[in-house]
């Protein structure tokens, strides 16, 4: 079993929907939850960063991580057809090592 | 965000040569350097870990003889695939980081003919 499961899609939406992403993991020790944003050959790029527990909301995008169930949840409002990426969900225990999820393929139809 | 650049950005070579690839930290100083390789449609798999002026740390079944890595200063690590074969052409990604938060740099597309 993988430290980090991820769906790989492809995840198929109209312009304008509301999409979710989400990751479960098995080590409890994770304490840092990312989630990245990956265009064809380039590199991540960080979108939403979150410690421990909670929900955090930046613009169009909210993060949320329920460590009770090792779950965390990507939302993106209103999406765009810019939007469409790959998305990867990354998390690290106090040593700061990024594991990461296999990336979800998002494309947002106009 | 802080941005990191990679040179170069794409390389082709010949089997059997060595390759160096170069990270940057341009608007901060970066205690740790990551680096790592992506296959196509995989996601990213870290390689090693190298913290200014000491040794890489390798993740289990990467060959440190053959992707040297060197951490001479806080905004530069080079990543050098010795005697590079057609299985090592991948994508090479790095990051670095002074806090909590790995910033990536764009990535280097490695070929091995």
């Known amino acids: 079993q993988k430290e980090v499961e991820q769906d790989p899609g492809p995840l198929s939406v109209p312009e304008g929907a509301i999409v979710s992403l989400n990751c479960t993991y098995s080590n409890s020790a994770f304490q840092y939850f990312m989630w990245y944003r990956q265009y064809s050959r380039k590199g991540p790029e960080l979108l939403m960063y979150?410690?421990?527990?909670g929900n955090k909301e930046d613009g169009r995008f909210t993060a949320q991580v329920d460590k009770s169930s090792k779950y965390i949840s990507l939302f993106i409002r209103d999406s765009q057809p810019s939007d469409s990426a790959t998305y990867l969900c990354?998390?690290?225990?106090?040593?700061?090592?990024?594991?990461f999820g296999s990336g979800t393929r998002l494309l947002v139809r106009p | 965000g802080a941005v990191v650049s990679q040179h170069p950005s794409r390389v082709i070579c010949k089997s059997g040569t060595s390759v160096k690839i170069e990270c940057r930290s341009l608007?901060?100083?970066?205690?740790?350097m990551f680096w790592y390789r992506q296959f196509p449609k995989q996601s990213l798999m870290l390689m090693a870990t190298?913290?200014?002026?000491?040794?890489?740390?390798?993740e289990q079944g990467v060959e440190k003889d053959k992707f040297l890595i060197n951490h001479a200063s806080l905004t530069l690590s080079t990543l050098t695939v010795t005697s590079a074969h057609p299985e090592d052409s991948s994508f090479y990604i790095c990051?670095?980081?002074?806090?909590?938060?790995?910033?990536f740099g764009p990535g280097t597309r490695l070929t091995v003919l």
């Open positions: 190298s913290n200014e002026g000491s040794k890489a740390t390798y």
């Open positions: 990354a998390m690290s225990d106090s040593s700061y090592k990024l594991i």
């Open positions: 608007d901060f100083q970066a205690t740790t």
């Open positions: 990051s670095a980081t002074n806090t909590d938060t790995q910033y």
């Open positions: 979150t410690y421990s527990s």
